[in-house]
């Protein structure tokens, strides 16, 4: 389980340094921005859900010209960096809040935009509950996380020095997909890519994982200080691993998007409409 206090922690004293190690996000979001575009929605309101610093924004304004772009973050800082990248034309805003708890009326929102937010929410279910119940029918959500199979090069190192919780964990695609459907969304389609990050130092590859945000945040996660020793240990496991001088780190990347499909009937009421009732003639 994920600790979102530590998460938003972590985001906080990233913010600031997180545009200069946020190569990944910058892949994902390209890749992400590239399978909306053919799609057709119209668009008054777009929220970027998990926004960071706003990277996405002009990309956006140019798909949905026009439409009023929200910012959302759980972290300050993340939004006060955006801020700085706002243009006097654009018609961006901006809102903290956590994803679990969207402060948006429902079926108020027509798009969806979420790059790299679910690898870092303890329940996925509820995340999705909240974009089914403000997405409008026909309202688009899109979104790019990470699959089970990323950072195992780091998760086998330390597998190898002792047996605690380093690494978060990454839903499956065929979960995740399930999720949709069961948190009301329609017709999800999703797809899987491969990315590799190379690196030839593992102060470097560190470095960058604490500009990114990206550290441990798990609950069981030791409350204590790793000791230095069995760090270099993983280190050196990990570093076993290089070819030709270089130790990669394999990501999978799972993009998908989906449609909303109105509010869901509730299960305590069920309603039929008068005119379907026959009439019975004596």
């Known amino acids: ?14 913010s600031a340094a997180f545009d200069r190690a946020d190569f990944v996000h910058a892949e994902t979001r390209q890749g992400l921005l590239q399978r909306v575009e053919p799609l057709l929605v119209d ?10 610093t706003g990277s ?9 010209k026009g439409a009023r772009i929200i910012s959302v973050d759980i972290a ?35 798009v969806i935009f979420a790059n790299m ?35 195992q090069e780091i998760r086998r190192a330390w ?6 919780f380093h690494v978060n964990r990454f839903p499956d695609m065929h979960d995740l997909g399930d999720g949709l459907v ?16 190379n690196y030839t130092d593992t102060n470097k590859m560190f470095a960058d994982l604490t500009a990114a945000g990206a550290r441990n945040s798990q609950q069981q996660r030791q409350t204590t200080l790793t000791g230095k020793r069995r760090f270099a240990m993983m280190r050196s496991a990990l570093e076993k691993t290089a070819r030709n001088g270089k130790i990669g780190l394999d990501l999978e990347v799972v993009y998908g998007h989906c449609w909303g499909a109105g509010p869901k009937n509730d299960p305590a009421n069920y309603r039929i409409n008068v005119t379907d009732i026959p009439i019975r003639r004596n």
């Open 1 to 14: 389980m994920l600790n979102e206090q530590h998460i938003r922690r972590r985001f906080e004293k990233a």
């Open 43 to 52: 668009a008054t309101t777009v929220i970027d859900l998990g926004a960071a």
């Open 56 to 64: 996405a924004h002009a990309a956006l304004n140019r798909r949905f």
């Open 76 to 110: 300050h800082g993340m939004l006060q960096q955006a801020r700085r990248k706002k243009t006097w034309l654009s018609k961006t805003s901006y809102a903290q809040a956590s994803a679990t708890a969207l402060p948006f009326a429902n079926e108020s929102v027509d």
């Open 117 to 151: 937010l679910l690898p870092w929410m303890d329940d996925p279910t509820a995340v999705l509950t909240e974009v089914a119940r403000v997405l409008r029918k026909g309202g688009m959500f899109a979104f790019a996380t990470l699959g089970p199979d990323s950072l």
């Open 159 to 164: 597998s190898s020095v002792d047996e605690g």
């Open 182 to 197: 069961n948190a009301g969304l329609k017709d999800p389609v999703l797809d899987v890519d491969r990315l590799t990050v």
